[in-house]
């Protein structure tokens, strides 16, 4: 079987497009992947290199989720039918909603990893503005136009069938990490935090505000700057990229890091904190379970579904909440660990073996109908 998979190459979806790439290869699947938003940083471009049989072809084009990006969706459009003549896949494999009605000869899925709609019902509490009205509309025909429609946590599926439908129920396929890539390290008095501090979704920005009436540091990785914005980062980024002792008092702002730095701040870091008010599945979490962290979590419908009975839960947009559960952990090294072993025994059952397995399904039965070959 040969797919075509498209993703961004923006945060997390690269990093899930990654992990699928390599679990498929290693089933016998040939795998072209097509991604676009911007160049792929060069720890993700060593990793492609490493698949075997690995077709890569990538372009600049905005996403649908930015400003005025329509001319470059058409433009992307018709490249990535470009990509599909030339590779004849079995399956074509869309992380992006207005692509999937493209007139592709392979049968298509969609796979809706976010979207605005439910990102501002989230975040903002109220409907986007009118001037989300194309986005809208793409999205509505891109899903009705796909063969099949999946999402990484239910949660992320009623939505799409809420805000886009009338829509058949989306497949739900967890998203998957190689535990391999986030061990356990000895742990230190740290709480870690990790997400886009531009992106008022993440939560990070409320890390930040509690950091300094905690007993311990707070360190958070992600990027301080939006995609295309100009002007210099919120804060420079720390000058040395190893976990290190550091004092309490305001957070350290790490600044984007490769994949096996932000792996070794996990390794040590004791507890992991993500105040989201918006997040359909959460990579970040996963990783930072697999690392060996105990949780503190929004209590979001997504991340309940994937963590109930693994973390501490605090209110959205809660901040004394926030502060008095990880003061909590801090001072009670009993329920710490536990809550770790707790969460990492779940993360466990999220790897990418279970992700393809699942694709993989998916792919045949619109292989099948489609009378391609299996």
Not at 39 to 51: N, S, W, Y
Not at 54 to 69: I, K, N, S
Not at 171 to 193: C, Q, S, T
């Amino acid at each position: 079987m040969k797919v075509l998979l498209h993703a961004d190459a923006v945060g997390g979806v690269l990093t899930y497009a990654l992990e699928l790439s390599a679990a498929l290869a290693a089933r016998g699947v040939e795998v072209v992947l097509a991604t676009e938003g911007g160049p792929v940083p060069e720890g993700a471009r060593r990793r492609l290199r490493a698949i075997p049989g690995l077709v890569h072809a990538e372009a600049g084009f905005r996403l649908e989720w930015m400003d005025e990006p329509w001319d470059d969706v058409a433009r992307a459009g018709e490249w990535l039918l470009g990509i599909e003549r030339r590779e004849r896949p079995d399956v074509v494999h869309l992380g992006a909603f207005a692509h999937g009605r493209l007139p592709f000869r392979a049968p298509r899925l969609v796979v809706g990893h976010s979207c605005v709609v439910s990102w501002y019902e989230a975040v903002r509490g109220e409907p986007p503005p009118p001037s989300w009205d194309r986005y809208r509309r793409e999205v509505r025909e891109g899903l009705a136009a796909a063969e099949a429609v999946a999402a990484p946590s239910a949660a992320m599926a009623r939505a799409l069938v809420r805000h886009h439908g009338p829509l058949a129920p989306p497949a739900v396929v967890p998203n998957g990490r190689d535990p391999a890539r986030f061990p356990p390290g000895e742990k230190a008095a740290l709480v870690m935090g990790a997400g886009r501090l531009w992106d008022e979704a993440k939560g990070a920005a409320a890390l930040a505000r509690v950091a300094p009436g905690l007993p311990w540091p707070v360190a958070i990785a992600g990027d301080a700057r939006a995609p295309g914005a100009e002007g210099p980062p919120v804060a420079p980024p720390a000058d040395d990229p190893a976990p290190r002792a550091l004092p309490p008092g305001p957070a350290h702002l790490l600044g984007r890091l490769e994949e096996a730095d932000l792996a070794a701040w996990l390794g040590r870091a004791a507890v992991f904190a993500h105040p989201a008010r918006y997040e359909p599945f959460g990579l970040a979490v996963l990783e930072a379970a697999l690392a060996g962290c105990a949780l503190v979590l929004s209590d979001l419908e997504s991340l309940r579904e994937i963590w109930d009975g693994c973390a501490e839960w605090v209110p959205p947009r809660d901040d004394a909440a926030l502060a008095a559960a990880l003061r909590r952990l801090c001072e009670e090294p009993g329920r710490r660990e536990a809550l770790a072993a707790r969460a990492r025994t779940r993360a466990l059952r999220l790897g990418p073996g279970p992700m393809a397995d699942a694709y993989l399904d998916l792919y045949r039965g619109l292989a099948a109908r489609a009378g391609a070959r299996p």
